[in-house]
Nanobody, 124 residues
């Protein structure tokens, strides 16, 4: 069992930035692919980004490409999501997730463990 704990959410104006963190306290998750998903109220959970175990491969949803950056620090058991140029449509609960293996890495069913989520609200 891998416990994931997100932090860093909050309220920000459009055009602003936030950095989300996801930690796996007491566990080494360097062998897991790590992903970020988000779920807006009344909508399905959607893929945001993922990063390979080594950090050498990243992949982003088109809606966030060029604005968000995923990174990881395996020595700290932490993955990050730097979000810049935020838009009101980025408002959602953001979840980090861990997968032992992936095929596409963009569907929630591929991930084995999930955090509790952190709220991001972008005001216009």
């Amino acid at each position: 069992q891998v416990q994931l704990v997100e932090s860093g959410g909050g309220l920000v104006q459009a055009g602003g930035s936030l950095r989300l963190s996801c930690a796996a306290p007491g566990r080494t998750f360097s062998s897991y692919v790590m992903g970020w998903f988000r779920q807006a109220q009344g909508k399905e959970r959607e893929f945001v980004a993922y990063i390979s175990w080594s950090g050498g491969t990243t992949y982003y949803a088109d809606s966030v490409k060029g604005r968000f950056t995923i990174s990881r620090a395996n020595a700290k058991n932490t993955v990050y999501l730097q979000m810049n140029s935020l838009k009101p449509e980025d408002t959602a609960v953001y979840y980090c997730a861990a997968a032992r293996t992936i095929v596409r890495g963009t569907t929630p069913g591929e991930y084995d463990y999930w955090g509790q989520g952190t709220q991001v609200t972008v005001s216009s």
